[in-house]
């Protein structure tokens, strides 16, 4: 996996941005940053791995 905490920053910026129109729902940086740590262990736990695109591997 790449750095963790960059990914859990990635996730937990979408998470605060999703929720951030839906007042009865929001969710706050701490929140989303424990979110975050829970959604990386669930998908390494399913054994899926979060790595950098090798852009010699991608399609124009």
Known sequence: MV????????IATTACAFFKDAPDAQIGTEEA??????ITEALNAA????VPVDP???RP
């Open 56 to 58: 010699a591997n991608t």
């Open 33 to 38: 940053k424990l979110l975050a740590k829970q």
């Open 47 to 50: 054994g899926l791995q979060i």
């Open 3 to 10: 750095d963790p905490h960059q990914v859990h920053t990635i």
